[in-house]
């Protein structure tokens, strides 16, 4: 069961454009939400973040929008530069664990070319 | 920003023989520390949770007789595959997450991953 969604695998995306990654997710348990990048052979970079009680979170070129009556988050990435091309995967966590961490869920990831 | 190191970054080895993967954070403590797996084309696993000083806790599916963690100290996780298999094969991955001393609740960490472990089981 595949609680965190990325249904497209891949994008590309002229250089200088708006980049839109989409993530959609099934359990309203979910309370905090993360993007990260992943370059091969490499552990994912955290990128930006957003609470639930939140709907917008902007971190220079990146911005991150949370819809929680669709269950639906995309990170916007603008302009787009050629360093952009990786594999982004979102993550979503519910709650506080015992001791103080959160399990992360991630999603399938999609992979972004940006096309000089 | 934290570092989170894992050694070794390759490795290949044949069936039936076990492989350790260290994983350190390198300037900070991490109470907790989380294994992933990632097989081509999909999205990181979370095997289960380590926690220094305790057992670990295992995600649903996950054998722990198999997978053997020992989060020995505050830097150090260590991920054992015993009589390890071809279908063992994939991308192991740690993370570990900056928050305080067990015990002491706090809003959400950051986690910070390391590079992974390629494995390959001939």
């Known amino acids: 069961d595949q609680q965190v969604k990325q249904n497209s695998p891949s994008l590309s995306v002229q250089e200088g454009r708006i980049s839109i990654l989409n993530c959609d997710y099934t359990?309203?348990?979910?309370?905090?939400f993360l993007w990260y990048k992943k370059y091969p052979a490499e552990g994912p970079t955290f990128l930006i973040s957003?609470?639930?009680?939140?709907d917008k979170n902007e971190d220079g070129r990146f911005t991150v929008f949370l819809n929680k009556s669709a269950k639906h988050l995309s990170l916007h990435i603008v302009p787009s530069q050629p360093g952009d091309s990786a594999v982004y995967f979102c993550a979503a966590s519910a709650g506080i664990s015992n001791f103080g961490n959160e399990k992360l869920t991630f999603g399938t990831g999609t992979r972004l070319t940006i096309i000089p | 920003g934290a570092v989170v190191s894992q050694h070794p970054s390759w490795v290949i080895c044949k069936s039936g023989t076990s492989v350790k993967i260290e994983c350190r954070s390198l300037d900070f403590q991490a109470t907790t520390m989380f294994w992933y797996r990632q097989f081509p084309k999909q999205s990181l696993m979370l095997m289960a949770t380590?926690?220094?000083?305790?057992?670990?806790?295992?995600e649903q599916g996950v054998e722990k007789d198999k997978f053997l963690i020992n989060h020995a100290s505050l830097t150090l996780s260590t991920l054992t595959v015993t009589s390890a298999h071809p279908e063992d094969s994939s991308f192991y991955i740690c993370s570990a997450d900056t928050s305080g001393l067990a015990g002491v609740v706090v809003s959400y960490n950051e986690q910070f991953f390391g590079p992974g472990t390629r494995l390959t089981v001939l």
């Open positions: 957003i609470s639930s009680i939140k």
């Open positions: 359990n309203s348990m979910f309370d905090y």
């Open positions: 380590s926690n220094e000083g305790s057992k670990a806790t295992y």
